[in-house]
Antibody
Framework: EVQLLESGGGLVQPGGSLRLSCVAS????????MTWVRQAPGKGLEWVSL????????YSADSLKGRFTISRDNSKNTLYLQMNSLRGEDTAIYYC?????????????WGQGTLVTVSS | EIVLTQSPGTLSLSPGERATLSCRAS??????LAWYQQKPGQAPRLLIY???NRATGIPARFSGSGSGTDFTLTISSLEPEDFAVYYC??????????FGQGTRLEIK
């Protein structure tokens, strides 16, 4: 059974940094592209970033303006999201998800999410 | 950036009724459209990909149709567990991957 488990969320002050992790199990992690999607309280889904299976190719939402960096460690079956210069509007649940290989750009397994709250 | 507009914002129906949810893209996405279901406190769940293909384990009462700019998710006969928020998502021209704003399906 595929499981994705996020961690690293919490309360951080504006301007601060946080690193999220997503550990995968039950899947050959190194063969799948992975993504981060966030959801502000009471709002819809917003794509954040995606990384290729090898970790070289990365794509991110322009709105993040380089503040967030996606990475992965295939030896640890772990996906990361480094978030810098955090703002109040970054407050959200952050989900990691695995890409469906037969339909690139869609995501068939999701973690339960980790809540990031940016507030003073 | 491709903008997805879902309608209606809220749909009120009774169990056993047929639900029809719409998603319109600001430009053609061919058939590269997915649908997700999200229940309160849960992660999204992939229902449909490539406009009309059901994801693994999704009941046959869920079906997707459309191409180009206009898409529909149909639930043929609503079960109590189907009341949730539904999002469409395009995977045609990205980045960015974009989602619709969601349709809330509520019990009438």
């Amino acid at each position: 059974e595929v499981q994705l488990l996020e961690s690293g969320g919490g309360l951080v002050q504006p301007g601060g940094s946080l690193r999220l992790s997503c550990v995968a199990s039950g899947v050959n992690f190194a063969t799948y592209r992975m993504t981060w999607v966030r959801q502000a309280p009471g709002k819809g889904l917003e794509w954040v970033s995606l990384i290729g299976s090898g970790g070289t190719a990365t794509y991110s939402a322009d709105s993040l303006k380089g503040r967030f960096t996606i990475s992965r460690d295939n030896s640890k079956n772990t996906l990361y999201l480094q978030m810098n210069s955090l703002r109040g509007e970054d407050t959200a649940i952050y989900y990691c998800a695995k890409e469906l290989v037969s339909a690139p750009g869609t995501f068939d397994y999701w973690g339960q999410g980790t809540l990031v709250t940016v507030s003073s | 950036e491709i903008v997805l507009t879902q309608s209606p914002g809220t749909l009120s129906l009774s169990p056993g009724e047929r639900a029809t949810l719409s998603c319109r893209a600001s430009q053609s996405v061919s058939s590269y459209l997915a649908w997700y279901q999200q229940k309160p406190g849960q992660a999204p769940r992939l229902l449909i990909y490539d406009a009309s293909n059901r994801a693994t384990g999704i009941p046959a009462r869920f079906s997707g149709s459309g191409s180009g700019t206009d898409f529909t998710l149909t639930i043929s006969s609503l079960e109590p567990e189907d009341f949730a928020v539904y999002y469409c998502q395009q995977h045609s021209d990205w980045p960015p991957i974009t989602f619709g704003q969601g349709t809330r399906l509520e019990i009438k």
